[in-house]
Nanobody, 115 residues
């Protein structure tokens, strides 16, 4: 059974930083491209960043230069380092496969950025 558990969210002032973690179980983690997604109230879920099995990364234009995705295959974990946070980054953040079909979504971790 696939399980994705996100953590590391919280309340931070604009300009601050957070590091999100996502621990995966029930999958051969190293064989999947992984991604971070976010969903703000009243908006659709969007991809924020992805990382391939070989470590190649891609970012949404809105976070490029501020966010960094990384992975530790030994720990079955993907990370999202978020710097220079803005109020518009406020959302629930989720991890999942970088492409469809997605695994069952985890509970997410909430990020709130105050101005």
């Amino acid at each position: 059974q696939v399980q994705l558990v996100e953590s590391g969210g919280g309340l931070v002032q604009a300009g601050g930083s957070l590091r999100l973690s996502c621990a995966a179980s029930g999958i051969t983690f190293r064989t999947y491209t992984m991604g971070w997604y976010r969903q703000a109230p009243g908006k659709q879920r969007e991809m924020v960043a992805s990382i391939t099995t070989g470590g190649n990364t891609d970012y949404a234009s809105s976070v490029k230069g501020r966010f960094t995705i990384s992975r530790d295959n030994a720990k079955n974990t993907v990370y999202l380092q978020m710097n220079s946070l803005k109020p518009e980054d406020t959302a629930f953040y989720y991890c999942n496969r970088g492409v469809r079909p997605y695994f069952a979504w985890g509970q997410g971790t909430q990020v709130t950025v105050s101005s």
